[in-house]
Nanobody, 122 residues
Framework: QVQLVESGGASVQAGGSLRLSCATS????????MGWFRQAPGKERERVGV???????VYAASVKGRFTVSQDSPKTTLYLQMNNLKPEDTAMYYC????????????????WGQGTQVTVSS
């Protein structure tokens, strides 16, 4: 059974930084594309950043230049480095994965974590 477990969420002030982690386990059938999504109260879930099995990354325009998605060498842990955080970055952040990059980009990934809360105060 595939498991994704996020950590690292916290409350920070605007301009601060956080690094989220997502530990994966249980997938044995090839490689996964992975990504971060977020959902603020009353808003739809949005894609933050995705990294595919070849290491190519795609970011939302609202976070480009501030956030970086990366993986460790065994590709078992996904990271989201968030710099220059803004109040509008406040949301629950979810890690997601899928063998199909396009499904993940569309927010239809097969595997999802439980989420970690990020709160940015002004």
């Amino acid at each position: 059974q595939v498991q994704l477990v996020e950590s690292g969420g916290a409350s920070v002030q605007a301009g601060g930084s956080l690094r989220l982690s997502c530990a994966t386990s249980g997938y044995r059938y090839g490689t996964l594309s992975m990504g971060w999504f977020r959902q603020a109260p009353g808003k739809e879930r949005e894609r933050v950043g995705v990294i595919d099995s070849d290491g190519r990354t795609v970011y939302a325009a609202s976070v480009k230049g501030r956030f970086t998605v990366s993986q460790d060498s065994p590709k078992t842990t996904l990271y989201l480095q968030m710099n220059n955080l803004k109040p509008e970055d406040t949301a629950m952040y979810y890690c997601a994965a899928d063998p199909d990059r396009w499904k993940l980009l569309l927010g239809r990934g097969r595997f999802w974590g439980q989420g970690t809360q990020v709160t940015v105060s002004s």
